[in-house]
């Protein structure tokens, strides 16, 4: 437990110290007021989501500490970079993470394109599912062989209709990645559901539809770099439409 808390202690104590000492040399206690906004405010939005159920714990430390860490805005960026227009530049790498997590749905349905290309087939097991649930799928989804990589679940379920049991897709269950017994479930899943179709499919080796759950302290890490490279990304994207440079 002291481990997994370790890097975040240490976020909090060089942060709060550098703030400490710059109040002090510069002779400047209004660095220390935008430290206790800056912590507060990350706080609140990092238990509202919490409680949301948008945010792990990690996640939520992570953007406590980084508040810390960064009390006010970089005061260089390179030539291209973006300032932010508010002072919490927490919420400049909350945003960036929050951009690049679309792009894993279209890396998502780029593969399974391609994969339709390939094989012509991408819901065979699933003839009756509605339209605009193999639509979400595609976004969402990714057909794998088991064993699967960790942070991958399946997005299939085995129900009964007319006394029969059938695969139907499920694409709104929740399964944590902090809870080994919802891991050991859903892998006890795939090896049923694999079961059934390997048994109703003529011995044709079946792929499983599955949802990666990547940890959000993935894109939060890739926010903090490209807000560090070039600042907000979202006023990037609006300041190129502006211009023309998108359109």
Known sequence: MVENELTWL????????????????????????????????????????????????????????????????????????????????????????LLLTVLIPLALVIKN???????????????????????????????????????????????????VLTPRLNLFKRISTENEENDDKSLQTIEVIKEFLYQNEENKIMRLWVSPGIPFIIPITLGLLTALVVGDLLLLILNLLISGWLI
């Open 10 to 97: 240490i976020m909090i104590i060089i942060g709060s110290s550098i703030a400490i000492l710059e109040a002090i040399l510069l002779q400047d206690l209004r660095i220390l007021l935008d430290l206790a906004i800056n912590v507060g405010l990350s706080f609140v939005i990092a238990f509202l989501l919490f409680y949301a159920g948008l945010f792990g714990g990690a996640d939520g430390k992570a953007l406590i500490s980084l508040s810390f860490l960064f009390p006010r805005p970089p005061s260089i960026f390179l030539w291209w970079g973006v300032r932010p227009l508010l002072p919490f530049f927490f919420l400049t790498i909350l945003s960036n993470a």
């Open 113 to 163: 394109l391609s994969d339709y290309i390939a094989n012509k087939e991408l819901f065979g097991p699933f003839p009756n599912e509605p339209l605009w649930k193999k639509v979400l799928t595609l976004f969402i989804g990714i057909r794998m062989d088991s064993p699967l990589p960790p942070h991958f679940y399946p997005l299939v379920d085995l129900v009964e209709v007319n006394g």
